[in-house]
């Protein structure tokens, strides 16, 4: 659950969803399952149940992800209510974030920037920046870690993919703003109850 969708997550959202875009400051609720064809199901029982729309919808053989927003709060617990109800499952079974890669790269160079700026989705770090590199699992767990990070600091967001087998999030800014972005995220995930999340175990 995202309770404020921030300005940069938002418009990273409406440059790459292929669904109904949301509003800076929407609530937004992210699910996976596995297999990802039951997202179709999961889908239908929130547009059903609730007001919510949704913004992305993936699915891939062994993973779905679903996001819906609203600008009322209440209508997105709604749909992540009738989202557990419909899979019989509770909040806190959900798997643990677990961390593969968290590090940063001072002082990036001319190009290395360029490597990074062509194959990004979001804004451009330039010379001199420092870089952030997170890769996490559950990979829709990368969605709510930029948003944490976009709270605490004054960053970039270059990229974000919060689907697949691992969830990735690049950001850029001075190293004093990436330095507090880190933490800001590895805190907020650390933070995030539910289940062991042993290498190689499935979703939800």
């Known amino acids: 659950m995202i309770d404020s969708l921030q300005p940069q997550l938002t418009s990273f959202m409406a440059s790459t969803a292929g669904g109904y875009l949301p509003i800076t400051y929407d609530a937004s609720y992210w699910i996976e399952i596995a297999p990802g064809i039951e997202i179709n199901r999961l889908t239908d029982r929130a547009l059903k149940a609730t007001s919510v729309t949704p913004a992305v ?3 891939e053989r062994a993973y779905g992800v ?10 997105v617990y709604a749909a992540r209510e009738a989202i557990l109800q ?3 499952l509770d909040e806190s079974e ?5 961390v ?3 590090e940063l790269l001072t002082g990036i160079t001319d190009y290395q920037a360029m490597l990074i700026n ?3 989705k979001g804004s ?7 870089l952030y590199i997170l890769e996490c699992h559950p990979a829709v767990y990368a969605a709510y870690a930029c948003n944490q990070a976009e709270k605490r600091a004054e960053i970039t967001v270059l990229d974000v993919t919060p689907y697949g087998a691992f969830g990735r999030l690049q950001l850029a800014g001075s190293e004093a703003s990436i330095l507090e972005a880190k933490n800001a995220v590895e805190v907020a995930l650390w933070e995030l109850t539910g289940r062991e999340n042993k290498e190689g175990e499935k979703h939800l």
């Open 57 to 59: 919808q993936v699915v």
């Open 66 to 75: 679903l996001e819906v927003h609203h600008e009322n709060q209440g209508e």
């Open 86 to 88: 419909e899979i019989g």
């Open 94 to 98: 959900r798997l643990a974030a677990r």
């Open 100 to 102: 593969l890669t968290s």
């Open 118 to 120: 062509r194959s990004k």
């Open 124 to 130: 451009m770090i330039v010379e001199g920046q420092t």
